[in-house]
């Protein structure tokens, strides 16, 4: 990633120091992110993102949904009696006031405090820290319940509609760019047995009887620091796809992460299971926080929103493997199969979790209720 000139980026946002250095960080699997260290009376750590413009194709308008959020994130933060600073993400301004860097080549870039002392998880080993990441994710979306002004804009439009999706998969295999469908005929069938049932979200929408919220969209359980020594959770990351969208996505996205024994990519499917008692934690974490807003058919359907999400980005996955690795960073020729398949494991073992974790729901909101009244 030597061919930015991070030095030279730095000098145009408004902070203080001297650049000491700049290095890749995290796993995001679409932008590019550095950790860039300024020295001066106090070294300081920054993170500088480009937002990938060939997946946000207006970056401008992303950047003013993210400047709209954390505004707002940082005023109910502060009501809150918490600390803005680690609570909420901030953006640094440039030199010109913007908060958006446009450089010669036309990359936007972005530049936030660092968060220090937290850490975000690939994998949940532990009931409190699912707990915790519930309770950030049902906080954000509360806290977005009053976002001033209109809807935000939709960074990618029907970003979660499955029925997109599935066309998309349909054209990539036809179009086989990549010569690969030949080798993936029983994934592509257990994908196409599953298309009905998966788009029931799609179908209550259209029907009008899911809500359309702000929400994140993008809530795997990395996208939550948790602090590093006390595993409470400190701050929800990654806003470029908060958008309109249903809270069913959300909470399905992050099931689909939380309660996953194994690595989004584990190549083992015999690591890949849910566990059910990652999903109870994060359940009642959520609930402890949305339940007072949730609508009897979202309530109704949080379970299946893990299935929902589940398959959704495995298709994704799938689909971007049959194209030839366009989207999604990869570091194998196979990555993206890998990928595809670990969720597939993972939606097989959480349609036999099914009933389980439908009672764990009623269970929990029943308690949440109890409590609240
Ligand atoms: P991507 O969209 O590519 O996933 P993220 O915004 O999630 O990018 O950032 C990538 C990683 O950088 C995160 O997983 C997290 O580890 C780290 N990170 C991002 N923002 C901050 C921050 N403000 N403070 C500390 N770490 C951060
Ligand atoms: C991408 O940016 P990152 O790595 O947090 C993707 C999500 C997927 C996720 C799968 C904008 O998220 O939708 O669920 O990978 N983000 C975008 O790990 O497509
Ligand atoms: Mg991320």
């Not at 959020?69 to 609570?87: C, F, I, M, Q, S």
Request: aromatic share 10%.
């Amino acid at each position: 990633m030597a061919k930015y000139d991070l030095r030279s980026i730095m000098s145009r946002f408004d902070v203080e120091g001297r650049f000491e250095s700049a290095v890749p960080y995290g796993n995001g699997h679409i932008n590019d992110t550095f950790l860039v260290v300024m020295s001066g009376r106090k070294a300081k750590r920054h993170i500088l993102q480009r937002v990938n413009h060939h997946v946000f194709k207006r970056p401008d308008l992303l950047m003013e949904n993210v400047r709209r959020v954390t505004v707002h994130l940082r005023e109910k933060v502060l009501e809150a009696g918490r600390d803005p600073e680690r609570n909420a993400l901030s953006l640094f301004p440039t030199r010109e006031g913007e908060f958006r860097l446009v450089d010669e080549d036309g990359n936007t870039w972005r530049l936030y405090r660092f968060i220090e002392e937290t850490v975000g998880y690939d994998i949940v080993e532990s009931s409190p820290r699912a707990h915790e990441g519930g309770r950030a994710f049902g906080e954000f979306q509360r806290m977005l319940t009053d976002l001033p002004g209109p809807p935000l804009d939709e960074t990618i439009p029907r970003f979660h509609d499955v029925e997109l999706r599935v066309s998309a998969f349909e054209e990539a295999v036809k179009a086989d760019r990549a010569a690969r469908a030949n080798d993936v005929g029983p994934e592509i069938e257990w994908v196409r047995s599953r298309v009905w049932e998966m788009g029931r979200f799609i179908r209550l929408g259209r029907d009008g009887a899911l809500v359309v919220r702000t929400t994140h969209n993008d809530t795997k359980f990395n996208n939550v620091l948790l602090d590093a020594r006390t595993d409470e959770a400190v701050c929800v990351i990654d806003l470029d796809t908060v958008m309109p969208g249903f809270v069913l996505y959300d909470f399905g996205d992050s099931v689909r992460t939380v309660t996953n024994t194994a690595l989004e990519d584990e190549a083992d499917g015999s690591k890949i299971r849910i566990d059910l008692d990652l999903f109870r934690a994060y359940t009642q974490g959520y609930l402890s926080q949305a339940a007072e807003f949730l609508t009897p058919v979202e309530v109704g359907n949080l379970a299946f929103a893990g299935l929902v999400m589940t398959f959704t980005i495995g298709i994704r996955f799938f689909t971007d493997y049959l194209d030839g690795d366009r989207y999604f960073k990869i570091r194998s020729p196979d990555h993206n199969l890998i990928r595809a398949r670990a969720q597939f494991t993972l939606l097989e073992s959480m349609e036999r979790g099914y009933e389980e974790m439908e009672r764990i729901v009623a269970r929990e909101y029943a308690r949440v209720k109890e409590h609240s009244r």
